[in-house]
Nanobody, 114 residues
Framework: QVQLVESGGGLVQPGESLRLSCAASGFTFSLDGMSWYRQAPGKERELVAAISPVGSSIYYAVSVKGRFTISRDNAKNTVYLQMNNLKPEDTAVYYC???????WGQGTQVTVSS
């Protein structure tokens, strides 16, 4: 059974940073790509970043490129999202996902406000 547990969210001011983590289990982590999504209030869930199984291929949404960095530690079955220079429009619940499974974690809330 695929389990995804996100953590690291919080309330920060514009310009500050956060590092999200997603601990994964129930599948062979090192063989799967991983993705981060977010969903803001009243909006559809959107893909933020994705990383291939060994990290050789990475995708970022235009809105976060240059500010967010996705990485992974296959020894720890964990994927990360380093978020710098946060903006109010980054406020959302952030989720990680394995593209080939339908499972979602509980998400972690990120709020950027002064």
């Amino acid at each position: 059974q695929v389990q995804l547990v996100e953590s690291g969210g919080g309330l920060v001011q514009p310009g500050e940073s956060l590092r999200l983590s997603c601990a994964a289990s129930g599948f062979t982590f090192s063989l799967d790509g991983m993705s981060w999504y977010r969903q803001a209030p009243g909006k559809e869930r959107e893909l933020v970043a994705a990383i291939s199984p060994v990290g050789s291929s990475i995708y970022y949404a235009v809105s976060v490129k240059g500010r967010f960095t996705i990485s992974r530690d296959n020894a720890k079955n964990t994927v990360y999202l380093q978020m710098n220079n946060l903006k109010p429009e980054d406020t959302a619940v952030y989720y990680c996902k394995v593209p080939r499974f339908d499972s979602w974690g509980q998400g972690t809330q990120v709020t950027v406000s002064s």
